[in-house]
């Protein structure tokens, strides 16, 4: 680590954190165990890094998204004082070139290690509407092949397979089968010539593709590599004019950090897809508005969560009936953002009554995000003191738990060891727990 002279830029940017050396230290050791490098870093570290000591490569990612995390905002290495060909996350490649990059490394098993140490940004660059539309006007050029709506509709059927596939058994390996029909045969149309219908027509099915796998991997905990597939989603969706995908792909931007607890930065998403989406219908408003419901309880605006949830249940009330039960909103899931929105409010009694609601009405190919939610709404009941009820509910998760293969159900799982554990003592309890561990991977449980 030489040592030249102060590093002035990451001298003001420390001083506007308002951090002290430690807790510096600290925010980016919780980001490497994030990213599943755990880091030991000290106050002398910091006050090395301060004075002009440069962080190795590895490490430069973490210091910029501690800041950005604390600051609310991007912060570049250039910014920091850091040489800026080693930020090398400014770069972006072309879109498809960028998805080819993304689709191998998830579909090669020997590189999986790699995709753990994707973090998740809250200073990710999301692109305006005005600045991916026919951002891919020249990608076909000087290729001889010539695709139809035949090649559209493979793509579009796939992906209907592979969403069915995910609800159903959850997308461990849907995940990688996605990558590589990316790859092999998404690239290669988005590549070839077509009319100019069909070329939209083609962007907008792999636009609906990548958000997808990039769903997928977010049930994995790759949110790093979740990210990356949401923003070529995006891209896509801007260059095919399809506001439906890209407005769909922010509000999963928006999922994705409400979950990990990144308020400010999920309302701003979900902010930003009902503003890209104007003309949206009742049962897409219900949509985008139960997410502005979560993003702003999360964030403490009580006012402002109430009157989302009500803007999303008028909505839904609006809505026609469902024709099918794959990707639309439905009654389900506006009463888990009801759910969602009390229990960040501090109501965990009227969270626990949404939820078994949510589960009453939830389609039973959703078999995924019942092992998850039964698992949540366990945990609540576990939280108001209903040891016996959240044993019930839990071996409810439990029935459906072996045939899924799901990062997120795992964690679930998990987390029931050790909300269990003290009581174990509790018929019921001990019970659940040796049935648990019959049917669950050791390392959930040791």
């Not at 809250?122 to 090649?151: F, L, Y």
């Not at 992906?159 to 790859?183: C, K, N, Y």
């Not at 890209?276 to 702003?296: I, N, T």
Request: with cysteine; aromatic share 6%.
């Amino acid at each position: 680590m030489p040592i030249s002279a102060p590093n002035h830029s990451l001298n003001r940017l420390y001083r506007e954190t308002g951090w002290t050396l430690r807790q510096f230290a600290q925010a980016v050791n919780r980001l490497g165990t994030e990213r599943g490098t755990p880091l030991r870093y000290r106050e002398s570290s910091v006050h090395q890094w301060l004075n002009g000591g440069l962080p190795m490569p590895q490490v430069r990612p973490l210091i910029l998204e501690a800041l950005a995390r604390r600051l609310g905002r991007p912060v570049t290495g250039g910014e920091v004082g850091f040489p800026v060909q080693a930020d090398r996350s400014e770069v972006q490649p072309p879109t498809v070139e960028g998805l080819i990059d993304l689709g191998r490394l998830d579909m090669d098993p020997s590189r999986r290690g790699v995709l753990g140490a994707g973090l998740f940004s809250v200073a990710v660059t999301i692109p305006d509407w005005p600045d991916v539309v026919g951002r891919m006007q020249s990608a076909h050029a000087g290729n001889v092949q010539r695709i139809g709506m035949p090649e559209v509709e493979t793509v579009v059927a796939m992906t209907e397979r592979i969403s069915e596939l995910d609800d159903q058994f959850g997308g461990r390996h849907a995940r990688p089968m996605a990558a590589a029909f990316l790859v092999n045969t998404v690239a290669p149309y988005l590549r070839s010539d077509a009319s100019e219908s069909v070329r939209q027509a083609m962007l907008s099915a792999a636009s609906d593709l990548c958000y997808l796998t990039g769903y997928m991997a977010v049930d994995e905990g790759l949110h790093g590599l979740a990210q990356g597939y949401y923003l070529k989603a995006l891209e896509l969706a801007g260059s095919a004019d399809d506001h439906l995908t890209y407005c769909t792909t922010l509000r999963g931007m928006s999922v994705q950090a409400v979950d990990l607890g990144h308020g400010a930065q999920a309302m701003r998403l979900a902010n930003a897809a009902a503003a890209a989406s104007p003309q949206a219908g009742p049962r897409m408003r219900a949509f985008l508005a139960g997410q502005q419901a979560h993003a702003s309880a999360q964030t403490g605006d009580r006012q402002g969560a109430l009157r989302y949830i009500r803007e999303a249940e008028v909505a839904m009330e609006k809505a026609e009936s469902r024709s099918k039960p794959f990707g639309s909103y439905d009654p389900s899931s506006l009463h888990y953002h009801i759910s969602q929105v009390r229990y960040e409010l501090g109501d965990v009694p009227g969270a626990i009554s949404a939820f078994v609601q949510s589960d009453q009405l939830r389609y039973d190919v959703f078999r995924r995000g019942r092992v998850r939610h039964r698992a949540m709404l366990a945990e609540r009941q576990h939280e108001v003191g209903h040891l016996e009820a959240a044993c019930v509910t839990w071996n409810l998760a439990l029935d459906d738990y072996p045939l899924v293969q799901s990062g997120r159900a795992d964690a679930r799982m998990r987390e029931m060891f050790r909300l269990i554990r003290p009581h174990l003592k509790n018929a019921s309890a001990r019970a659940l727990d040796e049935r648990a561990r019959a049917i669950t991977s050791a390392a959930l449980h040791t």
